[in-house]
C-alpha cells in the first residue's frame, strides 16, 4: 500500500538539504557560541548568521530575533512575558476563540492568575472582525495576541488592519504565525506586528527549534533565569544544530515559497476536483479562495461521518491526515476552532478532517486519496 501523508500541518519531513547541513554541522561544529576562544568564535558566527537569515526573512532588525525551542515557548514567552512586563499598565488582554492551545492554555493561567481575557468570536468562515477588535479595547488592555493562518481551516485573519489599529492606540501586538511563515510573505514592519511567532518544523526544518521576534523597545518579562543568552530574553546554550537546519529550511523556503505556494493550490484543486466527480458529499470549512485561506489547509466537514471512526478508515487505508482537534487519551475531542465558528451543536464538530498538504504529494495521489475516500464514505454509509 502507498502511504499518503496529508498531515504537514502537524509536521512536514525534513528537506534533504537541511539534512545534509545539519550532518555537515554535526561534523564540523560544536561550540558553545557563549565561549570566547576559537571554537567558541566559529559557532557564534553560525548563529549570527542564522540570526541575519530569520530576521531577512520578516523584514526585521537582526536583534529583535530571539530563539526558542519551538512555537510553544515562543507564545508562552510573548504572552507571559507581556502580561508580567505590563501588570502596573492594566490587566485586560485580547486574544480570538480560534487560537492554538499554545496562545488559549497561557491566557486561560493568566485568567487564574487574576488577568481579564478577552477571547474574540469568529463569523461563520472563522474569520475575526476588525470591529469586534476595536469594541474590545479598553484603557486597561496592556496586549493583543491573535493568530495570523489558523492551523485547522488555514483561515487568514486581518493582519494588516488588527496591526494599523493597535499601533495607533499603542497597544502591543503578538501573532502566532506558525502556520503562516511557510506559505505567506511575512513583512513584520508593514504590517506592523510587535511579536511574532515561528516554528521550524512546520516548514521542513528539525521540530524543536522556533523563534519569537520582539520589535526594539516592545518590553517583556524575562521568564527563564540562567546564562543570560538570547541578550538575557531566553537563557539556555542555543540548540545550535537545530538552528542551523532551521536556517536552511528558511533558505530553501525564500527561493521556493511561490513554487511550493503554486503547487499546493494545484493539490487542493485536484482533491476537491476529484471528490465533486465521483458525487462525494462534503462542505468546506471556511472559505475556498485563496484571498482568505493559504493553500496546503483545506478543511472538509463529510455529513453523517464520525470523525474517529473516519479517521481510522483512512489510516487503514494508508491516508494520513488529522481532525485538527486534539486527541485526549485516545479520544477526539471536537474542535474549538469548529466550535467557534458553527456553535457546539453542529454535527460539524464531529465529521470534520483536515487535509493539509505538502512538497512531496503529488496530483495523482490526490485522485487517489479521493478514491479510497469515496469507498469509505461508501461503506460506512451502508453500514448505518
Ligand atoms: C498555530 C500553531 N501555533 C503553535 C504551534 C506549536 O508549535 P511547536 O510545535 O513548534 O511548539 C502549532 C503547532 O501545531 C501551531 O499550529
Known sequence: MNRIYLDHAATTPIHPSVKEKMREVMEESFGNP??????GRESRKRLDEARMTMANSINANYESMI???????????????????????????????????????????????GFDVTYLPVDENGMV????????LRKDTIFATI????????????????????????????????????????????????????????????????????????????RLFGGEQERTWRSGTENTLAIEGFKKAVEVLNDERQQRVDHYEKLSHQLIHSLNEKGVQYEVNGKLDSEHKVPNILNLS????DVEI??????????????????TAGSIDPSHVLKAMYGEDSPKLRNSIRFSFGMDNSVEEMEQVADRIEMIVNRLSSNV
Not at 472582525?129 to 474590545?136: F, L, P
Not at 489558523?150 to 501573532?175: A, C, D, V, Y
Not at 463529510?302 to 461521518?305: A, D, K, R, T, Y
Open 147 to 222: 493568530m495570523f493562518v489558523n492551523n485547522e481551516t488555514g483561515m487568514k485573519q486581518p493582519i494588516h488592519m488588527i496591526g494599523n489599529l493597535l499601533r495607533s492606540k499603542g497597544i502591543p501586538f503578538h501573532t502566532d504565525a506558525v502556520q503562516a511563515y511557510g506559505v505567506e510573505e511575512i513583512d513584520v514592519e508593514e504590517l506592523k506586528i510587535d511579536l511574532l511567532t515561528a516554528s521550524s518544523h512546520k516548514i521542513y526544518g528539525p521540530k524543536g527549534v522556533g523563534f519569537l521576534y520582539k520589535r526594539d523597545g516592545i518590553n517583556i518579562a524575562q
Open 34 to 39: 557563549s565561549s570566547i576562544h576559537h571554537f
Open 129 to 136: 472582525d476588525i470591529m469586534d477588535v476595536k469594541k474590545a
Open 302 to 305: 463529510f455529513p453523517g461521518m
Open 310 to 327: 473516519f479517521l481510522t478508515n483512512l489510516d487503514l487505508s494508508g491516508v494520513a491526515v488529522s481532525s485538527g482537534s486534539a486527541c
Open 67 to 113: 530563539f526558542t525551542s519551538g512555537g510553544t515557548e515562543a507564545n508562552n514567552l510573548a504572552i507571559f512575558g507581556l502580561a508580567y512586563a505590563n501588570r502596573k499598565k492594566g490587566n485586560h488582554i485580547i486574544t480570538t476563540q480560534i487560537e492554538h492551545h499554545a496562545v488559549l492554555h497561557p491566557c486561560e493561567q493568566l485568567e487564574r492568575e
